[in-house]
């Protein structure tokens, strides 16, 4: 069973930095495609970013450019370094475990608020 933990979340002021961290107990985390979705209040959940296991990245809409996604499979950690940061980007940011023949795993949220 896959157990995410997402860290690094908080408030930070418009045009300010963060860098989100997800953490897999099991050594399998190098097999796993990994992502990045947000929630904000009202919204679906959106797909922000996703690596995958070789270490292609790829980008979702407004955040190209100021986010990026990266994977240390040493450490069976995700991050996702978020620049330029604006009030729309508000939101519970989710990690999430993929592969094809089981699914989504998801992490428990971390709140990302961006202040005006």
């Known amino acids: 069973q896959v157990q995410l933990v997402e860290s690094g979340g908080g408030l930070v002021q418009s045009g300010g930095s963060l860098r989100l961290s997800c953490a897999d107990s099991?050594?399998?985390?190098?097999?796993?495609?990994m992502g990045w979705y947000r929630q904000a209040p009202g919204k679906q959940r959106e797909l922000v970013a996703f690596?995958?296991?070789?270490?292609?990245?790829t980008y979702v809409g407004s955040v190209k450019g100021r986010f990026t996604i990266s994977r240390d499979n040493a450490k069976n950690t995700v991050y996702l370094q978020m620049n330029s940061l604006k009030p729309e980007d508000t939101a519970v940011y989710y990690c999430?475990?993929?592969?094809?023949?089981?699914?989504?795993?998801w992490g428990q949220g971390t709140q990302v608020t961006v202040s005006s």
């Open positions: 099991k050594s399998t985390f190098s097999f796993y495609r």
């Open positions: 690596i995958n296991n070789g270490g292609t990245a």
């Open positions: 999430s475990a993929y592969l094809a023949d089981v699914g989504n795993y």
